[in-house]
C-alpha cells in the first residue's frame, strides 16, 4: 500500500448490521422487487421474472441478496418459495437511516421520485398478477 498502513474503520454493532442493508436497494431490480413486495405483499419468484426482462436465475439471484441481508424473508408454498418483507427489518432500516440521518425525513421532498423513469433504463413495471 505505498508506505501507508491500513486502518480499520470501526463500526457499532448497530452500523455493521446496517451496511448490508444499505447494499439491498443497490440495483435496479433489487429496488423493483422490494417495492413490488411492498405494494402486492409477497410473491413467488416467477411471478417477477414473468414481467421483467430478466433470467428467473438472476432474478433468483436477487432474491438471494436480499434474503442474505434479511429483508425479505420466504416459507415454502407447494413446490414453490413465496416471498414477503420482512417487516420488522424494514422498519429498524428505517430507524437506523433516521438515526443516522436526522431531521432528513422532517419536510417534504421538493420533487417526487418517480423509479420508474430513473436513468436511461426502463425499469420493467410491477406484476399484476
Keep these: 500500500m505505498s508506505g501507508q498502513q491500513r486502518r480499520d474503520i470501526l463500526l457499532t454493532p448497530d452500523e455493521a448490521r446496517l451496511v448490508p442493508l444499505l447494499r439491498a436497494p443497490g440495483t435496479r431490480v433489487r429496488l423493483q422487487i422490494m417495492g413490488d413486495l411492498a405494494q402486492r405483499g409477497s410473491c413467488l419468484i416467477y411471478e417477477v421474472g414473468s414481467c421483467a426482462p430478466l433470467a428467473q436465475a438472476t432474478v433468483s439471484e436477487h432474491f438471494k441478496m436480499l434474503h442474505e441481508t434479511g429483508i425479505v424473508c420466504s416459507k415454502p408454498e407447494g413446490r414453490a ?31 417526487p421520485i418517480h423509479l420508474r423513469s430513473v436513468g436511461s433504463l426502463p425499469i420493467p413495471p410491477a406484476c399484476s398478477h
Design 81 to 111: 418459495t413465496r416471498h414477503r418483507l420482512n417487516t420488522e427489518r424494514v422498519r429498524w432500516f428505517q430507524e437506523q437511516i433516521e438515526a443516522w440521518l436526522p431531521g432528513c425525513g422532517d419536510r417534504p421532498a421538493t420533487a
